[in-house]
């Protein structure tokens, strides 16, 4: 056993506690949370094994140390009840459980592993894109509710066009008041096409496995780089179908005796691309959506009925969605869209 060090992360400092070769407690520190404290204090147990949960800071903080030569293992905060679930939690009391877990079984911490630092840049133009286009959505609905508040409608339209069709339309009581709303969501608009121009230049030049995912009618660029980046590794996974349950698209589990209970999905893994799979999911099922074994397959679980078959279908495609998406993407292979029922009639 190597020296552990456990370290519960914060936002202004950090807190660990040491453990030698023989699992004596032999240091308590705080520090500051600067990259000069970190390399600073573990430069004084060169090889140690680092223990943390995963947080803001998890990230650039294991990809530091582990260029140090340390071993690090960032521990899932969903699944270490025992650290956040206590009547006497204390930053200290934090660190030192994470390094008896590890000392006492490393698999209780159910680690997780974070993506490059290049993938996370590359990323964050996903996320960008999307913090913008919640932005232009929240302005819209102010400008629409204002009409209405007036006795007035603004015409349907898309996002896009609205600054257009708003300037036409907008009632004189409320040209002065807008104007300056209705310009922003333009600078909006043109913000966003070129994050979508950036999207897609880094999809074919720096990802050209995303063409593969995007054989599928209804996935996107932003989609299929989003989960290019998220999962980073296609090998990473056995089994594609483990796609679905990393991504928390599988329902949660409790069963004892004879009782079985149907419950939700888990909602473990990236929140953000969950949803990008769920509008794809949309997408298929809807009326745009083509004739296809996803579609079948979602079509099938909505017409049994009940009070949420739709929502259940949905998912379920979501979910079929991501393993399909894993298989195309590490074997490389054409998407034939009606595949299983061509294999049944056949």
Request: aromatic share 6%; net charge positive.
């Amino acid at each position: 056993m190597k020296r552990v060090v456990g370290m519960d992360l914060g936002d202004k400092q950090h807190v660990v506690v040491v453990f030698n070769e023989e699992g004596e407690e032999i240091e308590v520190r705080r520090f500051a949370n600067t990259s000069r404290q970190v390399q600073k204090f573990f430069a004084k147990h060169p090889g140690a094994v680092v223990v943390m949960e995963a947080g803001s800071h998890s990230a650039w903080i294991s990809r530091l140390l582990t260029s140090m030569g340390h071993e690090v293992h960032v521990g899932n905060p969903r699944k270490l009840r025992a650290i956040w679930d206590a009547d006497d939690k204390s930053d200290e009391r934090d660190a030192r459980i994470l390094g008896l877990m590890y000392r006492m079984e490393p698999r209780l911490l159910h680690p997780i592993f974070h993506r490059s630092e290049d993938a996370q840049m590359d990323l964050e133009l996903i996320k960008a894109r999307n913090q913008l286009a919640g932005c232009r959505a929240k302005l819209i609905n102010h400008v629409r509710g204002a009409v209405k508040g007036i006795g007035e409608r603004l015409p349907g339209s898309s996002s896009e066009c609205f600054p257009r069709h708003a300037r036409e339309h907008m009632p004189e009581k409320l040209e002065g008041p807008l104007a300056g709303m209705v310009a922003m969501i333009e600078q909006l608009t043109e913000q966003i096409r070129e994050q979508d121009r950036l999207i897609e230049t880094a999809s074919i030049e720096k990802y050209p496995e995303t063409k593969w995912l995007r054989q599928v009618p209804g996935v996107g660029p932003i989609t299929a780089l989003a989960y290019v980046l998220t999962l980073e590794e296609p090998h990473r996974f056995e089994k594609s179908r483990s796609a679905g349950a990393f991504l928390g698209l599988t329902p949660r589990r409790d069963q004892s005796g004879e009782t079985d209970k149907q419950l939700r999905i888990t909602k473990a893994g990236n929140t953000y691309l969950r949803q990008l799979l769920i509008n794809c999911a949309h997408y298929i099922m809807g009326p745009f959506g083509k004739d296809t074994d996803l579609r079948r397959y979602g079509e099938r679980i909505a017409a049994r009925g009940g009070k949420n078959a739709k929502k259940r279908a949905v998912v379920a495609v979501a979910r079929k969605l991501s393993v399909l998406l894993h298989r195309l993407w590490s074997d490389h292979t054409e998407y034939v869209p009606l595949y299983r029922s061509e294999r049944k009639a056949a």
